[in-house]
C-alpha cells in the first residue's frame, strides 16, 4: 500500500541508495518461486533496515520472522565485528532457501537459524540483545514485546513491521476473522504507553515503528 503518490515514492526510492546485486537476486527468486512474497521486506524497507542497523551497530541482533532471509541480510550489514544474528522462523521448509543466501551474504558464520515458535525458543537464547526486528504473525506482537523486552540492553532498539497494516489500524469494527487489526492496535498502544521504552512509529511502506529502551 502507497501512503503516498506513487510517483513521489518511486522518486523516494530512486534516490535512496541501490538494492545489492545479492538482494536483487533473493528478491527476484522469492517472487519466483515462494509463496507471498508480498511478506518480503524488499528493495527501499530493507535499506531503511541497514541503515538503522549501521547507525546502531549491534553486536547481537534478533529477528522474529525470517520469511527467505531478506530482512537478516540487511540487519546483518551493520553488525559490529564478530557479531551474530539470531533469526527464527516456522517454516522450516524455508531453511534451505534461507541458508543459501546468508552463505553467499558473507554473513553467514554469524547467522543462527532457529525453527519452531519464537515465544518458546526466545527464552531458550542465552543472550540479550541490541536490535530486534518483529515482522512475524501480528496476532502474538504483544506477547514477542513481552518476552523480549527484558532481553533488551539498555539503549537497544526494537523494530516492529507492518503496524499500519494496510491502513486498518484507523477502523473501528472488524471481521469475525480479522484477528490481525485488533491485535495491533493493541501493540501500537503498548509500545506508546510503555514506560520502559520510547517510540516512534514512520509511515515506511506498510508501518514501521521504532522503539527504544530506556
Not at 538494492?19 to 517472487?31: C, D, G, I
Not at 507471498?36 to 530493507?46: A, K, T, Y
Not at 527484558?150 to 471481521?175: A, H, M, Q, R, Y
Amino acid at each position: 500500500m502507497h501512503f503516498i503518490p506513487e510517483k513521489l515514492d518511486d522518486y523516494v526510492v530512486a534516490h535512496s541508495q541501490d538494492e545489492p546485486e545479492l538482494l536483487q537476486q533473493l528478491n527476484r527468486e522469492t517472487n519466483q518461486k515462494i509463496l507471498q512474497p508480498r511478506m518480503l521486506s524488499g528493495h527501499f524497507q530493507g535499506r531503511v533496515l541497514s541503515m538503522i542497523s549501521k547507525l546502531v551497530q549491534p553486536t547481537t541482533i534478533l529477528e522474529i520472522g525470517t520469511y527467505t532471509g531478506y530482512s537478516a541480510i540487511c540487519l546483518a550489514e551493520g553488525m559490529s565485528k564478530n557479531g551474530e544474528l539470531h533469526t527464527i522462523d516456522i517454516n522450516e521448509e524455508l531453511y534451505d532457501f534461507q541458508r543459501k543466501y546468508f552463505d553467499k551474504s558473507g554473513y553467514g558464520d554469524s547467522i543462527f537459524q532457529h525453527l519452531g515458535n519464537a515465544l518458546d525458543i526466545i527464552p531458550e537464547l542465552d543472550k540479550t540483545f541490541d536490535l530486534v526486528f518483529i515482522d512475524a504473525d501480528k496476532e502474538n506482537y504483544v506477547n514477542y514485546f513481552n518476552v523480549i523486552v527484558d532481553k533488551l540492553n539498555p539503549g537497544g532498539i526494537i523494530l516492529s513491521d507492518n503496524v499500519l497494516w494496510s491502513g486498518k489500524v484507523l477502523e473501528t469494527k472488524f471481521k469475525k476473522e480479522d484477528t490481525s487489526t485488533p491485535a495491533l492496535i493493541e501493540y501500537n498502544k503498548l509500545l506508546k504507553e510503555d514506560p520502559r521504552i520510547e517510540t516512534v512509529m514512520l509511515p515506511v511502506r506498510d508501518g514501521l515503528t521504532i522503539s527504544r529502551k530506556i
